[in-house]
């Protein structure tokens, strides 16, 4: 007698390849090199419910990236979820442009306290890049209402990234993103980084921060006049493979910037949100930037929004009966209410469930259980920083080249999604994870980076 349940299997299967199918045919993959998906799989998610995502046969994958990055508290969040529904019910979008709606008054509120009230005015958009985009133009908009306009120039970290858009990629230094857009771009001036892989003998990672600070330094002696900004991800440089710097480096940036009249942009989209330990990342530093970027997390990864924070003596640079001396960006969904009401429902549960404390203790413990990538042979820099946990693969040639690819395979294979970064293998999960399943997480990614080593190039 035919077993329906297998028939029922092989249906959903079915199914699945057939949405694989359909999407390579439809959809243009971000962060892809569409040909390395001839072999590579797709992973069809039907649904998800707190740290995993499910596809339609029942496998299940652990989200240990947070679906990059953004993710906070686990998929289909019940408080998320219900907030959303609620606000359905009552407004779905307005123009933030003449108008106004109590989401985007109260989230720019909640958050300008958590800085308090350092930084205020929040400017919404909808993605990292377009934050950063704000950023710079505000900047450089502010110096030209000062009759400064000859401060025009940026300056960002050497392998920072702040996205894809051409501004954005004007102050990111990751060839792979900006090398074939090189002619559209106006570069910025790039100074040493931080990272403290960088350290020679005998150096700490503060003896590195210093280091690249004095590179900073005598790039404002000479050229300050003529620089509007200096942009930052504080203390983790995300995609130049997680690359960790000590908080005495964003405390000297503060510092060279008011000495030299130099804006400060922190970008927090990727390590802001309790990431790196603090709220904001630049709080451990114990400083405020002149800007200040979201995105990402503040959703709790439901809907895209981003944001810039500022200084109130920005804000007031531009108030003025002049309409050119306003700030005249605008996107047509900015300050979108389902998407404030989504961040709102993530600062409630911050507040409510002692989050950044019980981040500390969960992070602590996964660090203690992938303590015996200490003493492989193939493990390079073990770090952490807040929610943050990295290791570098010490290979080379096609081994290294195809690593990141292989790895995120030899994952899929033990319900594990990660993604590498070149040869770096990141944790970021969500922070939800309980003592049962942060031991699965570090003990199947110890057996995949295994079994990618021993598969080889291929």
């Known amino acids: 007698m035919d ?26 993959h971000p962060c892809t090199q569409m040909k390395h998906h001839e072999r590579l799989p797709l992973v069809p998610v039907a649904r998800g419910k707190g740290a995993w995502l499910y596809d339609r046969e029942g496998r299940r994958y652990l989200d240990a990236i947070s679906s990059w990055w953004v993710n906070l508290f686990g998929h289909a969040n019940d408080d998320i979820n219900a907030a959303l529904k609620a606000q359905l019910d009552t407004l779905e979008h307005a123009m933030l442009a003449g108008c106004t709606h109590e989401g985007a008054v109260e989230l720019a509120e909640r958050l300008s306290a958590l800085t308090d009230g350092t930084l205020g005015h929040a400017f919404f958009a909808s993605d990292g890049a377009s934050a950063v985009e704000i950023a710079l133009k505000m900047s450089f908009h502010y110096w030209r209402n000062r009759g400064r306009a000859e401060k025009r120039e940026f300056v960002c970290v050497a392998n920072g990234y702040h996205g894809e858009t051409i501004g954005a990629l004007g102050v990111t230094d990751v060839a792979l993103f900006r ?13 040493a980084s931080p990272d403290a892989r960088r350290a020679e003998p005998g150096e700490s990672a503060r003896d590195v921060a210093l280091r690249a600070l004095e590179d900073v330094q005598a790039l404002f002696e000479a050229q300050a006049s003529r620089i509007a900004a200096l942009i930052v991800e504080p203390l983790v440089q995300c ?10 480096y964003v405390t000297g940036l503060r510092k060279l910037c008011d000495d030299y009249d130099v804006h400060l942009i922190a970008d927090e989209i990727a390590v802001g949100c309790g990431r790196t330990g603090a709220f904001f990342a630049c709080e451990p530093a114990g400083i405020w930037p002149d800007f200040l970027c979201l995105s990402k997390g503040i959703s709790g990864g439901y809907l895209p929004l981003s944001l810039v924070l500022s200084r109130d003596e920005i804000y007031f640079a531009f108030y003025d009966d002049d309409t050119a001396r306003g700030f005249l960006h605008s996107h047509s969904y900015t300050g979108n209410p389902l998407a404030c009401r989504a961040a709102l429902a993530t600062l409630d549960l911050f507040e409510r469930d002692d989050v950044l404390v019980r981040n500390a203790t969960k992070a602590a413990m996964l660090m203690e259980a992938l303590s015996p990538l200490r003493s492989h042979e193939a493990v390079r820099h073990l770090r952490r920083t807040g929610t943050i946990i990295a290791f570098d693969a010490a290979i080379e040639g096609d081994a290294a080249r195809t690593f990141s690819r292989r790895f995120f395979e030899h994952a899929l294979s033990r319900e594990l ?19 049962e399943t942060i031991a699965l997480l570090a003990s199947r990614t110890c057996e995949t980076f295994d079994a990618t080593l021993a598969d080889g190039a291929r």
């Open 3 to 28: 077993d329906p349940n297998a028939h029922a299997q092989a249906d959903r299967g079915e199914a699945d390849r057939d949405w694989v199918a359909r999407s390579l045919k439809a959809v243009w």
């Open 179 to 191: 090398t074939a857009y090189d002619p559209l771009i106006r570069p910025a001036h790039i100074v």
């Open 239 to 248: 995609a130049a493979g997680m690359a960790m710097h000590d908080a005495a």
């Open 417 to 435: 999604l990660l993604r590498p970064i070149g040869t770096t293998v990141y944790l970021m999960p969500p922070y939800i994870l309980d003592s």
